[in-house]
């Protein structure tokens, strides 16, 4: 667990597993274009973390992307045979002293099962409850009318049946369409392309930002390079997305959390390009 402050403000970054994957698959980049700049990178396989984010500021407590490790990558992408998985996402928030009923917001970046598998869990009557009871949950709008998703909440025993649609039916789910302000200084802003109702979380506290982002970026090499996509977000809206999160990132200094990166800050050259730095954890 990685732990950074500004003012009142506690951003902690919750890696509940790493696994393998392949930028040549994920990405659309052809060979002719990744090489010989990254040659190393594409040719090979790289290893992701699968991060949550705790927010605790002065108004709130957020969690950003509730995983289940277990539930969404199976061994095989595991970085060893032998790797073992880290305590699950509650099992580390109680070590910082983060009761599930302490939270008062749930944000899922967007309706991709590795970013809300623990936003519920079965109960011991067999049913699948809240992990976090008290809080609000809030998914981006136009992922929950995404005809993917609705087709998902329809097939029982789905991910998506057994969380975002207990989530609804319990009353807990608030679709979020543009931005959304949480409290003083935390605010959910729209960013699609990744998926139709993609968003992200800024944070804002003592004249410092955060961003967490979800999967706007999968790896740093996108940062560099714009057209760089993975295959599956729509370009355009990503593009825009993309360049909005890079102007303000590295105009305001922010430090920004990913999904499946380590954490760090988006620094912009003297030709108006971008550029990925690694940020050390103040733990």
């Given at each position: 667990?990685?732990?950074?402050r500004?003012g009142?403000?506690?951003?902690?970054?919750?890696?509940?597993?790493?696994?393998?994957?392949?930028?040549?698959?994920?990405?659309?980049?052809?060979?002719?274009?990744w090489?010989?700049k990254?040659?190393?990178?594409?040719?090979g396989?790289?290893?992701?973390?699968?991060?949550?984010?705790?927010?605790?500021?002065?108004?709130?407590?957020?969690?950003?992307d509730?995983?289940?490790?277990?539930?969404?990558?199976?061994?095989?992408?595991?970085?060893?045979?032998?790797?073992?998985?880290?305590?699950d996402?509650?099992?580390?928030?109680?070590?910082i002293?983060?009761?599930?009923?302490?939270?008062t917001?749930?944000v899922?970046?967007?309706?991709?099962?590795?970013?809300y598998?623990?936003?519920?869990?079965?109960?011991?009557?067999g049913?699948?409850?809240?992990?976090?009871?008290?809080?609000?949950?809030?998914?981006?709008?136009?992922?929950?009318e995404?005809?993917?998703?609705?087709?998902e909440?329809?097939q029982?025993?789905?991910?998506?049946?057994?969380s975002?649609?207990v989530?609804?039916?319990?009353?807990?789910?608030?679709l979020?369409?543009?931005?959304?302000?949480l409290?003083?200084?935390?605010?959910?802003?729209?960013?699609?392309?990744?998926?139709?109702?993609?968003?992200?979380?800024?944070?804002?506290?003592?004249?410092?930002?955060?961003?967490?982002?979800g999967?706007?970026?999968?790896?740093?090499?996108?940062?560099?390079?714009?057209?760089?996509?993975?295959?599956?977000?729509?370009?355009?809206?990503?593009?825009?997305?993309?360049?909005?999160l890079?102007?303000?990132?590295?105009?305001?200094?922010?430090?920004?959390?990913?999904?499946?990166?380590?954490?760090?800050r988006?620094?912009?050259?003297?030709?108006?390009?971008?550029?990925?730095?690694e940020?050390?954890?103040s733990?």
């Open positions: 667990m990685q732990s950074y500004a009142e403000t506690s951003v902690y970054v919750i890696k509940v597993g790493d696994f393998k994957a392949s930028l040549s698959q994920q990405l659309n980049v052809l060979e002719k274009d090489q010989p990254y040659r190393d990178l594409f040719e396989e790289i290893l992701s973390p699968s991060n949550c984010v705790l927010v605790r500021s002065a108004g709130s407590v957020v969690v950003v509730p995983n289940d490790f277990a539930l969404t990558f199976p061994p095989q992408v595991y970085p060893s045979s032998d790797y073992k998985v880290p305590p996402l509650v099992t580390q928030l109680e070590d002293s983060v009761k599930p009923e302490d939270v917001h749930v899922i970046t967007h309706a991709h099962y590795d970013h598998a623990g936003a519920t869990r079965r109960g011991d009557s049913k699948y409850e809240l992990t976090f009871p008290n809080a609000r949950y809030y998914l981006g709008a136009a992922d929950w995404s005809p993917v998703v609705k087709e909440l329809q029982e025993n789905s991910g998506a049946h057994n975002l649609g989530l609804q039916e319990q009353g807990m789910l608030e979020v369409s543009g931005s959304k302000i409290d003083s200084s935390v605010q959910i802003i729209s960013a699609p392309g990744e998926s139709p109702g993609h968003q992200i979380l800024e944070v804002q506290s003592s004249g410092q930002t955060f961003y967490c982002i999967d706007l970026f999968h790896h740093w090499v996108e940062v560099e390079e714009p057209n760089f996509n993975v295959t599956w977000a729509d370009p355009k809206q990503n593009g825009v997305s993309k360049r909005m890079k102007q303000a990132a590295s105009s305001k200094n922010a430090l920004v959390v990913a999904g499946h990166m380590e954490t760090g988006i620094r912009k050259k003297n030709d108006e390009t971008f550029y990925w730095e940020e050390k954890s733990q």
